[in-house]
């Protein structure tokens, strides 16, 4: 027995630096027996006289190397631990505490210490506060412990320690308070029923108030909202009560946390109490528990707080509204009284940090300007952003805001313009028509603008708003364009020839009146000061730009010696060798001006052909032997790093670009060199921002030696250049770059293998976007890429083949559907579930998961800027997509067997609570295409589903069954069974700004219809999934914006459907619309849709008329539907502490957001509607 103790390694015999403490070496013979070393230890301990405390000490700390082969031949050394929780000294004590925690291993050890009462010496050590942080410290750990091995066992005594010092900690400068309150929220969690019965509810709650920092205010409120989600937990919290505390800071203007605050400190109190209240609120905004409690009918929480925008009070009034920005994921402007400035300090399209050179470059910026390549795929972030949207609107937030507009300063009146303003258009682009059409006109906003009946100030606000709104509205319509050169550069080159834009001098060409003589031309060049004047940074820029875009004037046509003066001034003055151009700040007054035309002077020689060529040729060398030069011992300091990042000289790239994207220019480079020269830099240490540049200029349209260096720089480099080389890719897929499935998908594939597990992902990440597009994914298919070493997510890529006949056939022949089928239903549809709440979690708390993939994850202050939180791919859902796929599913009788788990949940353990979300999800996926939806339509689950929805005992679960019918309604006719039901969607697709109004389309689409076949069969001849799955398709009409250089597609409508057409239209004030208008006092009209059938039906007739499919077609349609729920008594379910994981709102294809408030709680909203927002399948 004691030769296993001696193979121990030699630091688990050190005294582990206890010898600080004063303890003394006592010598352990590890060659004896345990139970000898054990009784030795036990007895000296025990003695009261003879053994000095510090000797004791030592013995203690030996115990924990004695492990005992069995608890009850030592049952006896309890009582002897137990005399040293009461030693005088605290070293000892603490010695003790932490021999219990080693000894107690399983629940009968916990019962044999709890019979000797040692949860009371415990206690003890807990309360005493005289310099013993060590014993309090080990008797935490054990507390810990303790809740580890059984919660269930958990004393009550030492509860109520805990408890005292969390509520009184602070006051008395506890530095164990945050400790006690956290183990306090995690035996809550365990077990609610001790900690609600001895008032620690209280205790979180008031410790939520007292914490300003972001994830410990997170944890604390998140803890309540998870008892608040199962009936059986929601018994102990008292929702109107306890809850509401948090609300406490706005609600009560005389609010004292602490009422012996001395009055000088109580602004400063204040401010703190708003801030944690703040962080609270949005918080409980998260969760689906938190949603419901505080948005319940009557007086709610979210009632009372947009009742306080009413009060005049601006410290509140301003509090609420940086509450209301982050709850809607919106940059709050900065603190102006000019609109135009607030505006623009929200803008996404405003520089970041993280888009220097030195960091993100180009990569980050088009991640946040350039749309994501999903047309059909749900963002469950829409679908949460319209769900808390709606209950919003519901309880008046745009009349208290008009009101804040309207009576408050300046600086809180254009805070509250834009907040009105964004969320009008979040409505218009989110939420049913029928539920948002009539909040566009703002009547109340308007009778105030329009009305002599109120004070001159008010209605001077008033009218001042509408116009802020339609610079708004004008603002939206323009779309986000890029801030930096380097991605307008890409943006234009990867446009069709017809829709390119000459953006850079359209705005100042027509300043200038451009006559096609050649006497103009003269005058304009003498007047741009570049013939007589030295001082470049002095010449007329703007003429010069005008000249180099005269029509027809280039060096083959014109021969005057004046205009070859002018060429070569320029040519000298952007010469690298001249530095000139090369040593100007980054950050000139000039810098974006400068650059722009020197792109125009390059491609003003290119089309001067043999004339220009010379010079060209001279200006491109000389960049090359500039480029050269960073390979030699003493490169030029422009060159280097910080030159690099600070000069203009950076810049000299999108003179490269420019020229790449023209075939004679790609000749001119190749002969100077260029080419050869980066590809020797992709061997050159510490050339990382050189390769970026080159990386994010080049054009890559056309097949040449501009993608031979892309592939040097994505094999070759340094980490850092290889993950942005693999990130600019998703740059050029984004952008449109053309041909992108023939060459970009294979150098993803190849990132797919790099050793560097940040790029691999990263390319995995880009593969999973670029395969939304039906050209890459037949390209991926003909690559055959190997997923396996991916992972999960390299199977779900995998997966994503079984869409397409050709994917479906390629694995299906490999035995690998059968293979994933079973494994689907055996552990697949369970991970799934915990897949899709871990990307809610990141997107909706603080919580962030490392990029290696571990399962540990790290905590971050920073909140995402409304981050996506795509739909993951499901077998079913792909499967579905073919009718083969569909036949296979039947077969293995896939629907009846989820069907049963949905109709027969247990709801009483997590496990039954994931398997009946599991089911949820899969039967979801199998309803996204006609086919899936016949076979739910055949068992009839969809009614269980609906009733789920609105009855569920578990509110996780009913967040589950309302993204469900989100991906039901992603066709049009999972939209016709759903509306059968009383719950409609509108859609629209992903990328419309200003979707037209349903009902101006009704009557065009009715020839249309009558056309579409009204059923799909598993038995037709047609085994295409055309008419199946979501139509790609969009809006035949487009127009591009022509007043701004904007990059992005538009649909042109047949009626604008903006929230703010109606405020700019001079039509407005027409009588009949001013009769029209409702007075301030009026409510606002119901969200019912009269032509949608009012009252229940029976399952019977629901069942007859959901197979009725009259309509499948692709154009955009809207539904929408409010509908009552029966009462019942309020049944609820666990969730996870981390907040809304499988609960937000419906997906998209259309996004669809599937609303339901209440259920069976008196006091709980009644509305129920889906929200669906994109272009349907036929």
Known sequence: MAASFRGRPIRSLRMRGRNDS???????????????????????????HGVSNMRKLGHLNNFIKVTPLSYDAFTPGFYFLRLALLNEAKEVRAAGLRALRYLIRDTSVLQKVLRLQVDYLIARCIDIQQSNEGERTQALRLVRKIITVNAMLFPTSIANSLIAVGTDGLQERDRMVRAAIAIVCELALKNPEVVAKRGGLSTILKSVIDCQLSRINEALITTILHLLNHPRTRQYVRVDVELEQILAPFTDFHYRHNADTAEGQLKEDREARFLSSRMAIVAAFRSWSGIINLCKAGNSGIQSLIGLLCIPNMEVRKGLLEVLYEIFRLPVPIVTQDFTEALLSVDPARFQDTWRLSDGFIAAEAKVILPHRARSRPDLMDNYLGFVLSAFITSGLLEGLVEVVTSSDDQLAVRATILLGELLHMANTILPHSHSHHLHCLPTLINMAASFDIPQEKRLRASAAVNNLKRFHEKKKKGLK?????????????????????????????????????????????????????????????????????????????????????????????????????????????????????????????????????????LVRDMVSWLSSSSGLKPERCLQSNGLLTTLSQHYFLFLGTLSAHPQGVKLLEKCGLFQCLLNLCSVKNQDAVLKLAVSTLDYSRDGLARVILSKILTAATDTCRLYATKHLRVLLRAGVEFFSSWGMELLVTQLHDHSKAVSMEALDILDEACEDKANLHALIQLKPALSHLGDKGLLLLLRFLSIPKGFSYLNERGYVSKQLDKWQKEYNLKYVDLIEEQLNEALTTYRKPVDGDNYVRRSNQRLQRPNVYLPVHLYGQLVHDKTGCHLLEAQSVVPDLSYTVRSPMLDTWEGIKQLKAALWALGNIGSSNWGLNLLQEENVIPDILTLAQHCEVLSVRGTCVYVLGVISKTRQGCEVLKQYGWDAVRHSRRTLWPVTPDEVDTQLTSELSSVPSTLSLNSESTSSRHNSESESQPSTWDLISDEPSFYLHPKPVKDRSPFTILASSRFVRTRFLNSLSLPSKKLRSTSDPKTPSGSRTPTDLKTGSMRRNRTVTEPSVYIRTAGCPEHSYRGGWTDPSVLHSRAVASRQIRPCCFYFGSNYSSMPTVVFVIALTPVAL
């Open 22 to 48: 004063g303890e003394e070496n006592v010598p352990l013979d590890l060659t004896r027996e345990p139970s000898e070393n054990f009784r030795e230890i036990l007895q000296n301990v025990a003695k009261p």
């Open 482 to 618: 890029p801030h930096s050169l380097y991605l307008d550069h890409i943006i234009r080159k990867s446009v069709s020839s017809h829709n390119r834009r000459e953006s850079h001098s359209r705005v100042h060409r027509d300043i200038y009146v451009i006559k096609d003589t050649e006497e103009a031309l003269m005058m304009n060049l003498r007047d741009s000061h570049i013939l007589n004047h030295k001082h470049n940074l002095e010449w007329n820029w703007l003429l010069i730009a005008t000249i180099l875009k005269w029509p027809n004037v280039n060096l083959r046509n014109n021969k005057d010696e004046q205009m070859h003066k002018f060429v070569r001034r320029l040519l000298y003055f952007y010469k690298p060798s001249s530095k000139l151009y090369a040593g100007l700040a980054l950050d000139h007054v000039k810098a974006r001006q400068l650059t722009v035309v020197g792109c125009q002077f390059v491609e003003f020689l290119m089309d001067s052909d043999e004339d220009g060529q010379g010079y060209l040729e001279d």
